[in-house]
């Protein structure tokens, strides 16, 4: 099993989504993140999913997005070269003299704090999941209330474009 990130654009329109994501649940595939957006053609929608399969199943998956009405073009990001980013807000315990510790941690991690209490930060941060995972393992999962992810998105590298 490995993980595969998969970009689709299709038409933007009401249910565009939910016939994407019944392919999945009618075939028993688990979709590990999801993100939807307007792409700069608003009739476009670029949505990126990531799923853990086997490489045979993911080419089942994409022979099967591209026979829905409403899907333009399907790329396995995983099989180029690409950059992947999620986006994560963290809510955390700080006070006392720990409140710099997370401040320099932040700082290393590239991070922004966002909002400030008297005992809370919540805290910004960029990159792929191991920078998350890790920001939160340093950070103390016992400092850790509260944790919202974006999901990933995805786009290739260099010259090579998923576009109509």
Not at 22 to 40: C, D, H, K, M
Not at 50 to 66: A, F, G, R, S, V
């Amino acid at each position: 099993m490995q993980q595969h990130l998969i970009s689709v654009l299709l038409e933007n329109e009401a249910g565009s989504l939910s016939r994407v994501v019944g392919l999945f649940s009618q075939r028993g595939y688990n979709i590990e993140s999801l993100n939807v957006a307007p792409t700069e053609d608003k009739t476009i929608s670029r949505l990126t999913l990531t799923t853990n399969t086997t490489t045979d199943k993911i080419e089942q998956i994409t022979k099967h997005l591209h026979k829905l009405i409403e899907v333009v073009k399907v790329s396995n990001l995983s099989d180029n070269a690409h950059v992947e980013r999620e986006m994560m807000l963290i809510k955390v315990r700080a006070t006392g003299n720990v409140r710099e510790e997370i401040k320099r941690n932040a700082d290393i991690f590239r991070a922004q704090i966002v909002d400030v209490t008297a005992n809370l930060y919540t805290i910004q941060i960029v990159g792929d999941a191991e920078k998350l995972d890790g920001f939160i393992d340093v950070i103390g999962r016992d400092r850790v209330l509260e944790v919202v992810r974006s999901g990933v998105i995805g786009i290739l590298r260099g010259e090579r474009t998923l576009s109509v």
